[in-house]
């Protein structure tokens, strides 16, 4: 496949990605159609399937881009002096601010998800979001603002934490009354900060 057949490929998966995002939104995975995707992005179903082999593989693809391309924007607007303890806060607001605004990651946390989720477990474990997460405690390591830790356990704890705080935890506080949103988030961010600094 040369340049031009893969960006025409790449902006097809785009338009289906621009189309599945909101109808996954507003109708949830399951009522979500191949159909309803093919139509709302102007596609044929001929065209879907040369791009994606299914409607789970067009939604975990689609968490994929969506890191990706706020990731990106992200780092785009980092200082290139900022230390790990303060790119870590920020990675933590991107975190939050991703998820409440585009909704549809909060998918991910729910019960009709789970087999597509468990098949796209190590596909997000190696992917941007936890290798950035690696990138920044190696650097608090090696700096020593970061206590000496396994790093891969540490991104485990802090991608669970941060995923609970903006995705379960306003779910179970509703009905409990028990914790705010947004002053448990704030909690978490402080807990995980806590929880990796290097003793002073």
């Known amino acids: ?4 057949q893969r960006a025409s490929e790449d902006q097809k998966r785009e338009r289906i990605f621009r189309a599945a995002e909101p109808l996954f939104e507003r109708y949830g995975y399951r009522k ?3 159909e309803d995707i093919c139509k709302a992005a102007g596609v044929s179903k001929r065209t879907f399937y040369e791009l994606f082999q299914d409607k789970a593989d067009v939604f975990t693809d689609l968490v994929v881009f969506i890191a990706e391309t706020e990731m990106a924007r992200w780092e785009r607007s980092l200082s290139p002096s900022i230390e790990p303890k303060d790119e870590l806060l ?4 991107l975190h ?11 998918l991910v946390f729910t019960e009709e998800l789970h087999e597509v989720v468990a098949e796209m477990t190590e596909d997000i474990v190696r992917g941007p979001i936890y290798e950035r997460f690696r990138q920044i405690i190696e650097r608090g390591k090696q700096s020593g603002q970061f206590r ?3 790093t891969d356990a540490a991104v485990w704890m802090v991608g669970a934490v941060m995923n609970s705080m903006h995705s379960v935890v306003p779910a179970w506080a509703k009905p409990l009354g028990s914790c705010d949103h947004r002053r448990c988030a704030e ?3 402080t807990f995980i900060i806590n929880g990796l ?3 002073t």
Not at 1 to 4: A, G, K, L, N
Not at 90 to 93: C, E, R
Not at 96 to 106: C, G, I, Q, S, Y
């Open 1 to 4: 496949m040369d340049d031009e």
């Open 32 to 34: 979500t159609t191949v």
């Open 90 to 93: 920020s990675f933590m607001d």
């Open 96 to 106: 939050a601010t991703v998820h409440e605004k585009r909704p549809v990651l909060n």
């Open 148 to 150: 000496p830790m396994d």
């Open 187 to 189: 909690e978490a961010r």
């Open 197 to 199: 600094l290097a003793k």
